[in-house]
């Protein structure tokens, strides 16, 4: 009999979990029992994901650098990776923008749903914390993104997945430093890292296999912790506006894949599926990118050698998916509360969104710090910060997991132009977690 594909497999267990979810919410003892028992089936997945996400970057991007054998093509690789992901940010944001002041999905608010949002989230500590966290990284200098890249203890960054950028940073000097003391002296250590790479890939196979179980049980945790239902429904309008702005934006990946690398663009949705339906799981671009280096290296076809560089650099500095919401949110807070925007303060928001994204750190609820950040780079009223948090609050956990969708896959989409580009997009080479089994048993 044949086997169900890994996609389908994921969206069943996808559905399941809503479905139980919702079942268990209406029993007394059912939020209880997921949160003690299903739930942390989730969270164990998602950690083992996190788990060895640091050393695949690490694995994955000193085996690609020191098998290019020229820094110049690194330094092309590089170049046309942040470019093109700069161009579709922009275009993300805008799209967002556009939807937005088309749908008008603020002027639909009434007071009395304004008052009770405000009362149900304004004293949230997620709202405060989010408000804490913007204020911090506003108050820092307008290099201090540079800083943070460079650690200054390579141990400890690679301890903390927020520090990925200063994980690529360390990996990409000492994959420079590798080519440069020539290929002999280099080869012992560049042995090791292959070695490690291929381990770690089999890890995330062995992990993936447990992926249909895991998505039900964070899934059904997800239905379960949801809010007020009735709040739910009065921001449908606003929800719908986010979700179709990030449907056109797959739609947009889609002709750049068919124009630039004249691939199917539904069989890139294909292959890339597992990693999308992870990423709408988990809510989380890094804790999905040992999933996403997988099935673009080894089920779509993109090189090592730019597939290594482009998506732990994409998971950390790529948000087209968060950039687009910063657009609609901003504008639709500014619609509910009557705060007139103006056309240069919508440039604004293009720019400061494009800006924060590159800070942004590629973990669940990182939106809404960028969002506090974009407000207030048009002149947002500061007693006004908190209310206007707080009437998006209620759904930004489900949009959460549809924008890191759209993060995932512009991530991808940026990797096989990239590799088309420098001529590193080649055939699908599939390896299955027991390819070695039979050798050991």
């Known amino acids: 009999m044949r086997k169900l594909e890994l996609h389908w497999q994921i969206l069943i267990g996808m559905l399941l979990g809503i479905v139980f979810g919702f079942v268990m919410t209406q029993v007394d003892w059912g939020k209880g029992f ?9 969270t164990i997945f998602v950690k083992l994901l996190k788990l060895i996400a640091i050393p695949l970057i690490i694995a994955s991007l000193v085996k690609g650098i020191s098998d290019l054998k020229d820094i110049s093509k690194f330094r092309n690789i590089g170049v046309r990776t942040i470019l093109i992901y700069i161009v579709t940010t922009v275009v993300a944001i805008s799209i967002g923008l556009l939807m937005v002041n088309v749908m008008t999905p603020g002027n639909g608010i009434s007071e009395e749903t304004i008052t009770k949002l405000t009362e149900t989230y304004a004293g949230d500590a997620g709202v405060t914390s989010k408000l804490e966290e ?76 447990t992926a249909p179980y895991a998505v039900f049980a964070l899934l059904a945790g997800v239905v ?36 630039f690398t004249k691939k199917n663009p539904f069989w890139f949705l294909k292959e890339i599926s597992p990693a999308q339906l992870l990423a709408f799981s988990t809510s989380s671009s890094a804790a999905t990118l040992p999933v996403t280096m997988e099935r673009v290296e080894e089920h779509i076809g993109v ?42 303060d919508q440039l604004t928001i293009v720019l400061t969104a494009l800006l924060a994204s590159i800070g942004s750190a590629a973990v669940p609820g990182a939106g809404m710090v960028m969002l506090v950040i974009v407000l207030e780079s048009i002149g947002f009223p500061a007693d006004k910060l908190a209310i206007g948090l707080a009437l998006i609050f209620a759904v930004d956990r489900p949009l959460d997991m549809c924008r890191t969708v759209v993060n995932v896959t512009g991530d991808a989409t940026v990797s096989m132009v990239v590799a088309k580009s420098v001529d590193k997009l080649g055939k699908p080479k599939v390896k299955e977690w027991d390819d070695h089994l039979e050798e050991v048993i």
């Open 303 to 344: 090189d090592k050698e730019v597939s290594s560089f482009v998506l732990p650099v994409g998971a950390t500095i790529n948000m087209d998916g968060t950039s687009l919401y910063q657009g609609v949110a901003a504008v639709f807070i500014s619609q509910a509360l009557g705060f007139d925007l103006t056309f240069g």
């Open 34 to 42: 997921v949160s003690d028992w299903i739930q942390p089936l989730g």
């Open 134 to 209: 913007a204020s911090r990284q506003k108050s820092s200098g307008p290099l201090q993104f540079v800083v943070d890249m460079v650690p200054e203890n390579a141990l400890a960054a690679m301890s903390n997945n927020k520090l990925m950028l200063q994980v690529i940073f360390f990996t990409v000097f000492l994959g420079i430093s590798m080519l440069l003391i020539g290929e002999k002296n280099a080869k012992p250590l560049k042995n090791f890292f292959d070695s490690l790479n291929d381990v770690v890939l089999k890890m995330v196979d062995l992990i993936m296999l």
């Open 224 to 259: 379960v912790s949801s809010g007020d239902p009735d709040l739910l429904l009065a921001l449908l309008r606003y929800a719908g506006v986010v979700v179709l702005g990030l449907v056109l934006m797959i739609v947009f990946y889609t002709i750049v894949v068919s124009s």
